[in-house]
């Protein structure tokens, strides 16, 4: 992968290093039940805002330089939040039997159907980000920037494969551990990256990649896989 910046790699590993050390931390502490559920949700409804943020800073200067600027400030919030609040979800999946909380809505499952399908589904999302790596020269979170559209592999059948991964991953998270309000969450968390996605997203990407990615745009679906279409050329 080529670092055009290697200062400002090195600051956004830094940035990563210290965003994964405080997650270890609130694994390690447990929260009341209050404070355990307004990590789950509230992470999650703070993407609404911080998407409509970066959506006004890309729009007050639409260039590829301000939308390159723009993916660090909101790209390190948005997956610190995501990161609360799967912890926390984990958290509450691991002891929601002993303790009385919306974690007891069971479903009639067994827990190993779950775990086969968050297994598969967790693949789906680290398929992903290897495929934006060694097709689009990139990393997920402005970790390193995208040089190139990944067309093709998983991004030839649906324009968001990681999304779509991440989100059936925690669908399946809930279904192993049997958890009613967990699969409720993940759903929460679905509108959540959708509206990221249709609000920040598309947009920054329309800006570094101009008509190449409205013409993938309009060729590949948003989320759900089809058929690839036939691919006349790749943006290098």
Same mark, same amino acid.
């Given at each position: 992968?080529?670092?055009?910046?290697?200062?400002?790699?090195?600051?956004?590993?830094?940035?990563?290093?210290?965003?994964?050390?405080?997650?270890?931390?609130?694994? =390690?502490?447990?929260?009341?039940?209050?404070?355990?559920?307004?990590?789950?949700?509230?992470?999650?409804?703070?993407?609404?805002?911080?998407?409509?943020?970066?959506?006004?800073?890309?729009?007050?200067?639409?260039?590829?330089?301000?939308?390159?600027?723009?993916?660090?400030?909101?790209?390190?919030?948005?997956? #610190?939040?995501?990161?609360?609040?799967?912890?926390?979800?984990?958290?509450?999946?691991?002891?929601?039997?002993?303790?009385?909380?919306?974690? =007891?809505?069971?479903?009639?499952?067994?827990?190993?159907?779950?775990?086969?399908?968050?297994?598969?589904?967790?693949?789906?999302?680290?398929?992903?980000?290897?495929?934006?790596?060694?097709?689009?020269?990139?990393?997920? #979170?402005?970790?390193?920037?995208?040089?190139?559209?990944?067309? =093709?592999?998983?991004?030839?059948?649906?324009?968001?494969?990681?999304?779509?991964?991440?989100? #059936?991953?925690?669908?399946?998270?809930?279904?192993? #551990?049997?958890?009613?309000?967990?699969?409720?969450?993940?759903?929460?968390?679905?509108?959540?990256?959708?509206?990221?996605?249709?609000?920040?997203?598309?947009?920054?990407?329309?800006?570094?990649?101009? =008509?190449?990615?409205?013409?993938?745009?309009?060729?590949?679906?948003?989320?759900?896989?089809?058929?690839?279409?036939?691919?006349?050329?790749?943006?290098?």
């Amino acid at each position: 992968m080529n670092i055009k910046h290697p200062v400002q790699f090195l600051l956004k590993l830094v940035c990563l290093i210290i965003i994964i050390v405080l997650w270890s931390w609130q694994a =390690d502490h447990a929260f009341s039940l209050a404070a355990s559920l307004g990590l789950l949700i509230g992470s999650v409804l703070l993407y609404f805002p911080l998407c409509y943020l970066g959506r006004k800073l890309l729009d007050a200067r639409p260039t590829a330089e301000r939308a390159a600027q723009v993916n660090v400030i909101i790209h390190f919030p948005l997956v #610190f939040l995501l990161g609360i609040a799967i912890v926390e979800a984990l958290k509450i999946g691991l002891r929601h039997a002993a303790v009385s909380i919306p974690g =007891d809505w069971i479903i009639p499952l067994p827990a190993q159907v779950g775990l086969v399908l968050f297994v598969v589904t967790g693949a789906v999302g680290v398929s992903a980000v290897v495929t934006l790596a060694l097709r689009g020269l990139g990393a997920p #979170f402005a970790i390193a920037l995208s040089q190139r559209l990944a067309l =093709d592999w998983l991004y030839a059948w649906t324009r968001n494969p990681m999304v779509l991964g991440t989100l #059936f991953a925690l669908v399946s998270m809930g279904l192993m #551990f049997r958890s009613l309000f967990l699969v409720l969450w993940a759903l929460l968390v679905a509108s959540a990256l959708i509206f990221m996605l249709k609000v920040y997203e598309e947009r920054e990407l329309e800006l570094r990649f101009g =008509d190449s990615y409205r013409t993938y745009k309009r060729r590949t679906p948003f989320l759900w896989p089809r058929k690839p279409q036939a691919i006349q050329g790749h943006n290098q």
